[in-house]
């Protein structure tokens, strides 16, 4: 399957982006291994709709033990 022409949409967007971008999105859901985070300028993809996610070490410097003790839903962060 040929992913790049499914969503050509996405793979611009991803193309678009540069090491050390910063991106700015809502706290979607949250998983035990991490978040999803809705971005605000992600592609409207029917399957991934701009959707960042971010495991639980990177959510934060100090240890944490769920994501649940650094974000909620509905938050707003940047990653």
Do not use: K, N, Y
């Not at 910063?22 to 949250?30: E, K, P, Q």
């Not at 291994?33 to 993809?45: E, K, Q, R, S």
């Not at 990177?58 to 909620?72: F, G, I, M, N, R």
Request: net charge negative; aromatic share 8%.
């Amino acid at each position: 399957m040929d992913w790049q022409s499914e969503s050509p949409e996405l793979w611009a967007f991803l193309e678009s982006l540069h090491r050390g971008d910063i991106l700015s999105g809502t706290v979607a859901a949250i998983e035990r291994f991490g978040v999803f985070v809705a971005l605000d300028d992600g592609p409207g993809h029917p399957t991934l709709p701009g959707v960042e996610f971010i495991v639980i070490p990177e959510l934060s410097w100090p240890h944490v033990d769920a994501s649940t003790d650094v974000v909620q839903v509905g938050q707003r962060v940047l990653c």
